[in-house]
Every structure is written in structure tokens, then in C-alpha cells.
């Protein structure tokens, strides 16, 4: 089969709104506001992308988003375009879709940066990249990578921790993310050595990566274009809260006076 090499790319992951398209030649990109305003303006920006390339969406070999972890909001709003632009594609008979670890894009972005804007080569040195991406309520997505023989690597699960948790065990070649400002005060001191970079999930990097993650067969069918939440629980219900003071009066009452 030929290697996928026409692909759109979006992420919605942060308060960035990120598309990308590619032809195999050329690459056209969009950028803007995201968070609740992705939901109004994803579609519209990938509309006039594809127009400007002259290319229909059914000639793409794949759709690749930006999977989490992220905005609730905006991760929801990028399964729900991948999805909806798979199954409508080819004439109903559907498109690929390839789902990919935001924080990935993020350990890419730095990279690109770091290599001067080249893309990535299997006779470049590896290179380890330690990915932070700011969670808010306080926490951070961490996930480290290894960029080794054209390809990059995930060395572990992403976590969910407090600034001042991050342990490095063995340190990366480069930090990169967008926490070194907003937790500049609580990032541990052992990190002020260690190169730094300021990246997002971009769509670009998201096409530099896709052709490797596609032919390795990460591309999956439409219906299995689904979020990647690591933070599970960002709020109580009503019956949850009501619950939470009725115990906590109850304990209260049975404390000795």
C-alpha cells in the first residue's frame, strides 16, 4: 500500500485552537482562540483550509486530532469533528482517523524548536524530552519520551501530579510545556539546570508525527476516535455535595463537646 502522506490535523486540547493540512508537499495552517470558542470555529477553519489547498476531505489518507489529556471541552470537541468528518467522508464509506497523545505533540513542538525546524530523522541522536502541560486545579500532565531512529516513544504513562511532585529520575535532555511560568514558584529547584522549552500541542507537530504513528497502525475506524481523560473527576454532583455535608454535620454532632 503507499505511505499515508495527505493528512488534517487539529487540537482543541488547550486554550489554542490548532489546524494543520498537508499534501505531502505543501502544509497550510490555521490558528486561534480554542477552548468553548473551538466548537464554533474547528470546522469553519477546516472548511477553508481544504479550500485553500484545492483538496476535498475524501482524498485524505487520514484525519489526526489531538486526543488528551486537555480541556473536557475541547477533547470532546475534537472526537466529536474527527468522528463526524470520518464517517462522512468517502461517501458514507468512512476514513481512518490516528488519535495522538497531546503531550506527545507537545515533546514534538519542543523538538522542532530545539532541531532549528528540521524534522525528525532516523540518524538523529535520540533524544529525551520530558513533557508538562498545565492541568489546571493546581496540577500538571506529565509524560515522558524518547525521540529514537526516526520515531518518537512514549517511556511511560502520562501522570496527573502538583508542580512540586515532579521527580526526574533520570533527567531528559529538554523540558517542555507551558507550566514554567504559571508554576515557576513551585516546580522544583533541580529543574533550573535542565534546557526548557515553552511548546503547545500543535496541529503541525501532530503532521510530523502522524506518518510514522500511521504506518506503525495507529489509525483507527471512526467510531474509535475517543478522548484520553487522565484527570477521570473535575466536579461533584449535586447528590455527591448534599452527601459530603450531611457526613460532615453528622461528624459534627458526634464530636464530644
Known sequence: MPKPVKFLAFDTSTDRLSVALTDGLSVWQHSGPGGAQASTTLIPAILALLAEAGLALGELDAIAFGRGPGSFTGLRTACAVAQGLAFGARDGAGMPVLPIDTLMAVAEEARFQRAGGASLAPADAPLRVTALLD?????????????????????QDCELIRPENLVLTSPPDLLAGNVFGVYAA??????????????????????????????????????????????DKVAQTTEERARIKADAAAAAIAQPS
Open 135 to 155: 492541568a489546571r486545579m493546581d496540577e500538571m500532565y506529565v509524560q515522558h519520551y524518547e525521540f529514537r531512529s526516526g520515531v518518537c516513544m512514549p517511556l
Open 186 to 231: 513551585r516546580l522544583p529547584a533541580s529543574l533550573a539546570g535542565l534546557a526548557q522549552a515553552e511548546a503547545l500541542p500543535t496541529a503541525t507537530a501532530l503532521l510530523r508525527l502522524a506518518p510514522a504513528l500511521a504506518a506503525a497502525g495507529h489509525c483507527v475506524a471512526a467510531a474509535q476516535a475517543l478522548p484520553l481523560y487522565v484527570r
